[in-house]
C-alpha cells in the first residue's frame, strides 16, 4: 500500500458509493418494469428519470471536486474512468426503459428478465464493491465475479438476438425488440469496464 504524509481529499469514496447505490435503484426499476401492466410504466418511467438525474448530480460532483482538488487518493484519470463508467450504465438503464415505453412494447422476450437480472446481481456487486475503495480489500473477488457475470450477459445478448431473428417477429418489432436489448448489453459492458477500471486502481495501490 502506497503511503502519503499529505491528506487526501476522502469524499470520492463516499460519492463512488453513493453512484454505486443508485444503480441498485436504477436495477430494481428495471426488474420492476418487467412485472408492470403498460399503464404502470410511464410512472416507472419518470422514477428511473429521477434516479437517473441524481446519478448525473452525483457525477458532476466527482468531477467538480476531481477538478478543485490538490492531492486525489489515486489516480485523476481512474477517478474520471470510474465516474464515466458508473454514469454511463446509469444512461443505459434510463435508456432501456425509455425505449419499452417510448416503442410500446407490450410484451418483452423471456431473455430480456434474464438480461435485467444479471445487471440486478452486478449492480448489488458493485454496491457492495465501492466502499471497500478505501482499503483496496477484497475487490479481486468482486472484479472476478462482475467479468463472470459479463460473459454471462454476452451469451444471453447472443441468444436473444437469435430469437429476434428467427422468424416469429415482423420486421418493425425486431427493430424495437433490439433497440433495447442491445442497450441491456451496453450496460452490462459498462458495469465491465467499472470492474476494470477498479482492477487498475487496485494494481497501481499494491
Given at each position: 500500500m502506497r503511503f502519503s504524509l499529505t491528506p487526501k481529499e476522502t469524499s470520492f469514496y463516499d460519492m463512488f458509493a453513493a453512484a454505486a447505490e443508485n444503480l441498485v435503484v436504477g436495477s430494481k426499476l428495471l426488474l420492476e418494469l418487467l412485472g408492470s401492466d403498460v399503464a404502470a410504466r410511464a410512472e416507472i418511467v419518470e422514477r428511473m428519470r429521477a434516479a437517473e438525474h441524481a446519478g448525473d448530480d452525483t457525477t458532476h460532483a466527482i468531477f467538480h471536486q476531481l477538478n478543485s482538488s490538490f492531492i486525489t487518493p489515486f489516480d485523476r484519470e481512474d477517478i474520471y474512468n470510474l465516474a464515466s463508467s458508473l454514469d454511463d450504465i446509469m444512461d443505459f438503464m434510463e435508456e432501456a426503459v425509455d425505449l419499452v415505453v417510448l416503442y410500446d412494447i407490450q410484451t418483452l422476450p423471456k431473455g430480456v428478465e434474464e438480461q435485467i437480472e444479471v445487471l440486478a446481481r452486478a449492480a448489488e456487486l458493485t454496491a457492495e464493491a465501492m466502499?471497500?475503495?478505501?482499503?483496496?480489500?477484497?475487490?479481486?473477488?468482486?472484479?472476478?465475479?462482475?467479468?463472470?457475470?459479463?460473459?454471462?450477459?454476452?451469451?444471453?445478448?447472443?441468444?436473444?438476438?437469435?430469437?429476434?431473428?428467427?422468424?416469429?417477429?415482423?420486421?418493425?418489432?425486431?427493430?424495437?425488440?433490439?433497440?433495447?436489448?442491445?442497450?441491456?448489453?451496453?450496460?452490462?459492458?459498462?458495469?465491465?469496464?467499472?470492474?476494470?477500471?477498479?482492477?487498475?486502481?487496485?494494481?497501481?495501490?499494491?
Open positions: 466502499p471497500r475503495l478505501r482499503s483496496m480489500a477484497h475487490l479481486n473477488e468482486y472484479w472476478i465475479e462482475i467479468n463472470r457475470l459479463e460473459n454471462q450477459a454476452d451469451q444471453i445478448h447472443r441468444k436473444l438476438l437469435a430469437h429476434l431473428f428467427s422468424g416469429q417477429y415482423e420486421a418493425i418489432e425486431v427493430l424495437k425488440l433490439k433497440q433495447v436489448v442491445d442497450v441491456l448489453e451496453e450496460a452490462a459492458d459498462a458495469f465491465e469496464h467499472v470492474a476494470n477500471t477498479v482492477e487498475t486502481i487496485a494494481v497501481k495501490e499494491s
